[in-house]
């Protein structure tokens, strides 16, 4: 039997043809016919790191093509390209549907389902709005079990709306069996002064500590667009929207309101706002970023520059958006 030095100087000394039909064989033996590494060693008379070359070579030269066929509508090529532009730990992008609503509503499944398929965990943190709300009622059954729940920034309406986009981590919680940790505060309030009162409360601190060690949060991103669930709750005016557009916003993270390149742009408007800073969300595990539609295109990709998110679940259309930029 050759030593394994002769066996790489035969191996390296192969013509084409030949390697090309040792590429075959071995694709053939592990594809095909379920084949150890060792099995394929013996039988092609090489070592189990020249049958992983002739495979990865085969890969890489077309001869095998492996093909990604979720069972759910899902775009894994864009998924791929978003994790490699963006150093992302795992993206989720579905097909656009025929309408906004729609469209949401794939997104917010597919949500779900991540989510649902992540380790079991005792503590999450999520945030309120029309997305995560659409997430958290998607939510499969059962999909966790005695979960706590804790809700990264205030909630309480100054406005009710149409449609209660508050009640997140309610449903969160209802669906995995346990317990929701609730914020009972105002997103934003009137005074920075207020805020660090409210912080220092014993009861809202723990509340805030609950955040900051949930090693997995999930949150929307928001637009800088009169229909903005801060402006729709009472939070901001569509005055002050509209000063925080000349100021750079380009949407918000956590109700923060930041630029292109994810900088709080009013931190004055910052000091009055209670719950996780995005900042906080780039040391966690899992940091997933829900989002759908154009209005929002601007928003990630601010997120993303940032590093607020190391998962992004979204549509086709913003996973493009993304994928364009320069």
Same mark, same amino acid.
């Given at each position: ?190 005074? &920075? %002064?207020? @805020?660090? /009162? #409210? ?7 723990? $509340?805030?500590?609950? !955040?900051? =060690? +949930? ?82 295109? &601007? %928003?990630? @990709?601010? /997120? #993303? ?7 992004? $679940?979204?549509?086709? !259309?913003? =996973? +493009? ?6």
């Amino acid at each position: 039997m050759l030593a394994e030095a002769d066996r790489e100087i035969q191996f390296r000394g192969l013509s084409p043809d030949q390697r090309e039909h040792l590429m075959l064989r071995a694709a053939k033996g592990y594809y095909d016919l379920e084949m150890t590494m060792a099995d394929l060693a013996r039988e092609l008379g090489l070592t189990r790191f020249q049958v992983s070359r002739l495979l990865k070579d085969a890969r890489e030269t077309g001869i095998v093509r492996i093909e990604i066929v979720p069972r759910t509508p899902r775009r894994p090529d864009l998924e791929a390209g978003l994790q490699r532009r963006f150093g992302l730990k795992d993206a989720v992008v579905v097909p656009n549907a025929i309408d906004d609503a729609m469209t949401l509503d794939a997104v917010a499944q597919a949500a779900g389902r991540f989510i649902a398929g992540l380790a079991p965990q005792s503590l999450i943190g999520v945030s309120w709005g029309r997305t995560m709300a659409a997430v958290a009622h998607r939510l499969p059954p059962f999909w966790a079990s005695g979960i706590e729940v804790v809700l990264l920034n205030g909630a309480m309406n100054i406005r009710s709306s149409a449609s209660r986009t508050n009640n997140v981590a309610e449903l969160f919680a209802q669906a995995g069996a346990g317990a929701a940790t609730l914020l009972p505060v105002p997103a934003i309030v009137g005074k &920075a %002064a207020t @805020r660090d /009162a #409210l912080e220092q409360d014993p009861t809202i601190a723990d $509340v805030l500590a609950l !955040g900051v =060690a +949930a090693k997995t949060v999930i949150f929307g991103i928001g637009s800088v667009e009169p229909g903005s669930v801060l402006v729709q709750s009472g939070f901001i005016t569509e005055r002050d929207l509209a000063t925080l557009r000349r100021k750079g916003a380009v949407g918000d993270v956590l109700g923060r309101f930041i630029d292109p390149h994810g900088v709080i742009v009013d931190p004055a408007l910052d000091a009055r706002t209670i719950g996780l800073a995005p900042a906080a969300c780039r040391d966690k595990p899992y940091a997933i970023a829900v989002a759908a539609g154009a209005s929002k295109h &601007a %928003a990630v @990709r601010a /997120a #993303l520059r940032a590093g607020y998110m190391n998962v992004l $679940v979204t549509d086709e !259309g913003t =996973a +493009a958006f993304l994928l364009g930029e320069t």
